[in-house]
């Protein structure tokens, strides 16, 4: 019996070491509910630090009339894939041999009729959006059924993960109907496998064309050898947004214009006793969706987030019982104005700011949690994180679960713009690594290659990359996260502007006449140049904030690295200061919390001690001022005379907390107790300290 417990323990280690369980929020929103006319949908991908980021193209293929369609297994770590049977012609990305991918090619665990032509696409781990406009986001949810990878263990009998569905709809198809009624079918005769065998055991995708966009939610049925799914159009003046877990409600059979279902999902409820038609319409959510996984709020969290940023009007309310039974959001809701490339980019950067739930910066109240810059990122790992050790206590805590996250490996938007041609229409907006640290940069899906830039993984560093340039900035961002996100987020916002004036200016030089190819490559040269001005600002904030300090840099360059150094007289003497706020210091409210106040005390006073320490000054019996002793200077000797004067000077300073002014090295950072900006009289004889 033990044995057996042990071979099942040491089997599902396996199958969760096999599947990197992401967990990525996804925002759909249709095309009249958009500033342009464009139809948007968005990805964020939540992984645990090896998820593949790559932005990779995959060309389109012609075909032999007989050919199979391999289908692979989806690792989505890297690298999620090596070999040369995406495409007739080779992507270089994928090769053999080709930088960190290793010697051996993966092997199809299933095969499929191949169609005589394919899209050209980009995908990262996903199919994100083809040459025909169709564009795809992913979000793992929870279900009630799991199955396992054919060939992977010799039991599973599935052949589809989600990412091999969306590289069949990219290659295949320009709408979106016809891409899930493809898909789904797909998944009912060769069989869906999830990204984990028991929790992210189904899948959402939002799918869009020129025209529409979709919701398509897919489980495994009960035997594991086929699926379940259903898909319900948004209206085209609402959004919709999908965090790991299932939003569709009740399926309407006989509106076969918003929504698409297959026959298990009725025909398996009726089997279980889980569903009559005398109940009425079936829902979705309530009957196939195991909840929200991780912890309570993990996506309510988020579609509240969502919901706050695009339609505050509503007022929805962030609590609730639990996700089936609640039905705490609406399946989709219009926004209170129509929404932008930028409005999408600012909520999948969202850490909840100016709400109760906020975890960055002044509005989070996180006095500890935050440090003292209060950054919204924590790490995972130990204790940490809910994905806990084998061995270790289990604590019950968790931190809010934000849209905007330091794990996510990338992020995109997909816009498809039915007024243009499909080449420079389909536009992918693509930010690698975690998006509140990073720039949604386009690339048009008629692109005829992507720069190197575009193919950075966590596996290598390479500062040729964009991926590893934001990964640099964000972990720049937590030595002082208050003050240097504003740096970062003042670049993105002019980035996105600029960004948005490039996107124009191509498409007029395309609708001039100009050579497509030749106008769509401006969008590789300027990912180029936001890889250099990132590196730039990296650089920038290392100077101005390194060791606490806060350094002065000229407005011109943006991003300068230098300071203007003291000004002094011919003896050497400061005539005024280095553009430095030295060690502004942290936060009282922290300080109060992390046992500042119980530090080591200041110094003994030696006339508390009877002058065990020190000098004891000379003194006459005479009372003077506030309890002092009156001296009789004229009984002094020179040296004693000297050592009066400095010693009132010193009370002087002491009491006017002017002492340290001036001071320099170790004493101005030891002590740093001095009150610029004035001037104190020396009672002694008259002269006047300048506090700079």
């Given at each position: 019996?033990?044995?057996?417990?042990?071979?099942?323990?040491?089997l599902i280690?396996?199958?969760?070491?096999?599947?990197?369980?992401?967990?990525?929020?996804t925002?759909?929103?249709g095309?009249?509910?958009?500033?342009?006319?464009?139809?948007?949908?968005?990805?964020?991908n939540?992984?645990?630090?090896?998820?593949?980021p790559?932005?990779?193209?995959?060309?389109?293929?012609?075909?032999?009339?007989?050919?199979?369609?391999?289908?692979?297994?989806s690792?989505e770590?890297?690298?999620?894939?090596v070999?040369?049977d995406?495409?007739s012609?080779?992507?270089?990305?994928y090769a053999v041999?080709?930088?960190?991918n290793?010697?051996?090619?993966f092997?199809?665990?299933?095969?499929?009729p191949?169609?005589?032509?394919?899209?050209?696409y980009f995908e990262?781990?996903?199919?994100?959006?083809n040459?025909?406009?169709l564009g795809?986001?992913?979000?793992?949810?929870?279900?009630?059924?799991g199955?396992?990878?054919?060939?992977?263990?010799?039991?599973?009998?599935?052949?589809?993960?989600?990412d091999?569905l969306?590289q069949?709809?990219?290659e295949?198809?320009?709408e979106?109907?016809?891409?899930?009624?493809?898909?789904?079918?797909?998944?009912?005769?060769y069989?869906?496998y999830?990204?984990g065998?028991?929790?992210?055991?189904?899948?959402?995708l939002?799918?869009?064309?020129?025209e529409?966009?979709?919701?398509?939610?897919?489980?495994?049925?009960p035997?594991?050898a086929?699926a379940?799914?259903a898909?319900?159009r948004?209206?085209?003046?609402s959004?919709?947004?999908?965090?790991?877990?299932?939003?569709?409600?009740?399926?309407?059979?006989?509106?076969?214009?918003?929504?698409l279902?297959?026959?298990?999902?009725?025909?398996?409820?009726?089997?279980?006793?889980?569903w009559?038609?005398?109940?009425?319409?079936?829902?979705?959510?309530?009957m196939y969706s195991?909840?929200e996984?991780?912890?309570?709020?993990?996506s309510g969290?988020?579609s509240y987030g969502?919901?706050?940023i695009?339609?505050?009007?509503?007022?929805?309310?962030a609590?609730?019982?639990?996700?089936r039974i609640?039905?705490p959001?609406?399946?989709?809701?219009?926004?209170d104005?129509?929404l932008s490339?930028a409005?999408v980019?600012?909520?999948?950067?969202?850490?909840y700011?100016?709400?109760?739930?906020?975890q960055?910066?002044?509005?989070?109240?996180?006095?500890?949690?935050?440090?003292?810059?209060?950054?919204?990122?924590?790490?995972?790992g130990?204790?940490?994180?809910?994905?806990?050790?084998?061995?270790e206590?289990?604590?019950?805590?968790?931190?809010?679960?934000?849209?905007?996250?330091?794990?996510?490996?990338?992020?995109?938007?997909?816009?498809?713009?039915?007024?243009?041609?499909?080449?420079?229409g389909?536009?992918?907006?693509y930010?690698?690594?975690?998006a509140?640290?990073?720039i949604?940069?386009?690339?048009?899906?008629?692109?005829?290659?992507?720069?190197?830039?575009?193919?950075?993984?966590?596996?290598?560093?390479?500062?040729?990359?964009?991926?590893?340039?934001?990964?640099?900035l964000?972990?720049?961002?937590?030595?002082?996260?208050?003050?240097?996100?504003?740096?970062?987020?003042?670049?993105?916002?002019?980035?996105?502007?600029?960004?948005?004036?490039?996107?124009?200016?191509?498409?007029?030089l395309?609708?001039?006449?100009?050579?497509?190819e030749?106008a769509?490559?401006?969008?590789?040269?300027?990912?180029?140049?936001?890889?250099?001005?990132?590196?730039?600002l990296?650089?920038h904030?290392?100077?101005?904030?390194a060791?606490?300090?806060?350094?002065?840099?000229?407005a011109?360059?943006?991003?300068g690295t230098?300071?203007?150094p003291?000004?002094?007289?011919?003896?050497?003497v400061?005539?005024?200061?280095?553009?430095?706020v030295?060690q502004?210091?942290?936060r009282?409210e922290?300080?109060?919390?992390?046992?500042?106040?119980d530090?080591p005390?200041?110094?003994p006073d030696c006339?508390d001690?009877?002058?065990?320490?020190?000098?004891?000054?000379?003194?006459?019996?005479a009372?003077g001022l506030?309890?002092?002793i009156?001296?009789?200077?004229?009984?002094?000797s020179?040296?004693e005379q000297a050592?009066?004067?400095?010693?009132?000077?010193?009370?002087?300073?002491l009491?006017?907390?002017?002492?340290?002014?001036?001071?320099?090295?170790d004493v101005?950072a030891?002590?740093?107790?001095?009150?610029?900006?004035g001037t104190?009289k020396?009672?002694?004889?008259?002269?006047i300290i300048?506090?700079?």
């Amino acid at each position: 019996m033990r044995t057996t417990a042990t071979a099942i323990l040491r089997l599902i280690a396996q199958l969760v070491l096999l599947w990197s369980c992401s967990a990525c929020t996804t925002i759909a929103v249709g095309k009249d509910a958009t500033v342009d006319s464009s139809v948007l949908s968005s990805h964020s991908n939540d992984g645990e630090g090896d998820t593949d980021p790559r932005l990779v193209l995959i060309p389109a293929s012609d075909w032999p009339a007989d050919a199979q369609r391999p289908i692979f297994f989806s690792p989505e770590s890297f690298p999620r894939f090596v070999g040369p049977d995406r495409a007739s012609t080779p992507v270089d990305a994928y090769a053999v041999g080709h930088g960190d991918n290793g010697p051996d090619a993966f092997e199809p665990i299933c095969h499929i009729p191949q169609v005589s032509h394919t899209y050209q696409y980009f995908e990262e781990t996903y199919g994100a959006i083809n040459e025909k406009q169709l564009g795809i986001s992913e979000s793992t949810c929870s279900g009630v059924f799991g199955a396992a990878p054919k060939g992977i263990h010799g039991t599973g009998k599935a052949c589809f993960s989600v990412d091999a569905l969306t590289q069949i709809a990219m290659e295949r198809h320009s709408e979106a109907k016809d891409a899930i009624i493809e898909i789904g079918s797909l998944a009912e005769q060769y069989g869906f496998y999830g990204a984990g065998l028991f929790e992210g055991t189904a899948e959402s995708l939002i799918i869009a064309d020129t025209e529409e966009v979709w919701i398509f939610h897919i489980l495994p049925d009960p035997t594991g050898a086929s699926a379940i799914w259903a898909a319900q159009r948004v209206p085209s003046d609402s959004f919709a947004v999908v965090p790991n877990v299932f939003i569709i409600r009740e399926i309407d059979p006989d509106d076969s214009a918003n929504f698409l279902y297959s026959k298990s999902v009725y025909r398996v409820a009726t089997e279980l006793g889980w569903w009559d038609a005398s109940d009425g319409k079936l829902d979705f959510t309530a009957m196939y969706s195991d909840g929200e996984y991780a912890h309570k709020f993990y996506s309510g969290r988020r579609s509240y987030g969502v919901y706050k940023i695009f339609s505050p009007s509503l007022q929805l309310e962030a609590n609730y019982l639990e996700w089936r039974i609640s039905k705490p959001f609406p399946f989709a809701a219009k926004p209170d104005k129509k929404l932008s490339v930028a409005d999408v980019a600012k909520a999948m950067r969202s850490y909840y700011e100016g709400t109760e739930y906020s975890q960055a910066g002044e509005s989070s109240g996180l006095n500890v949690a935050g440090g003292p810059w209060r950054t919204p990122d924590h790490v995972s790992g130990g204790n940490s994180t809910t994905f806990r050790n084998l061995g270790e206590q289990d604590y019950a805590g968790n931190w809010e679960r934000t849209i905007g996250l330091y794990r996510t490996s990338d992020s995109y938007i997909t816009q498809s713009r039915g007024s243009l041609p499909d080449g420079n229409g389909a536009v992918l907006w693509y930010a690698p690594y975690a998006a509140p640290y990073s720039i949604f940069s386009p690339f048009a899906a008629g692109m005829k290659s992507l720069p190197h830039a575009t193919l950075g993984t966590h596996m290598k560093l390479d500062k040729k990359t964009l991926f590893w340039a934001f990964r640099y900035l964000g972990n720049f961002c937590q030595l002082k996260y208050e003050e240097m996100i504003r740096e970062v987020i003042a670049l993105q916002e002019r980035t996105m502007e600029a960004n948005l004036e490039l996107q124009v200016y191509i498409d007029g030089l395309i609708d001039e006449g100009k050579s497509a190819e030749e106008a769509l490559e401006l969008y590789s040269t300027n990912a180029n140049n936001i890889l250099s001005e990132t590196w730039d600002l990296s650089d920038h904030l290392m100077f101005k904030f390194a060791d606490g300090q806060v350094h002065a840099t000229p407005a011109n360059p943006k991003h300068g690295t230098s300071t203007p150094p003291r000004q002094f007289s011919e003896k050497g003497v400061t005539t005024k200061d280095a553009q430095i706020v030295d060690q502004p210091g942290y936060r009282s409210e922290w300080l109060e919390q992390v046992g500042f106040l119980d530090g080591p005390p200041p110094p003994p006073d030696c006339s508390d001690l009877e002058w065990r320490c020190g000098h004891k000054p000379k003194t006459t019996s005479a009372p003077g001022l506030r309890g002092d002793i009156e001296i009789t200077t004229a009984a002094l000797s020179i040296s004693e005379q000297a050592l009066f004067n400095y010693q009132q000077k010193k009370r002087r300073a002491l009491e006017t907390n002017t002492a340290t002014c001036g001071a320099v090295g170790d004493v101005a950072a030891a002590v740093n107790r001095c009150s610029k900006g004035g001037t104190t009289k020396d009672s002694t004889d008259g002269s006047i300290i300048q506090v700079e």
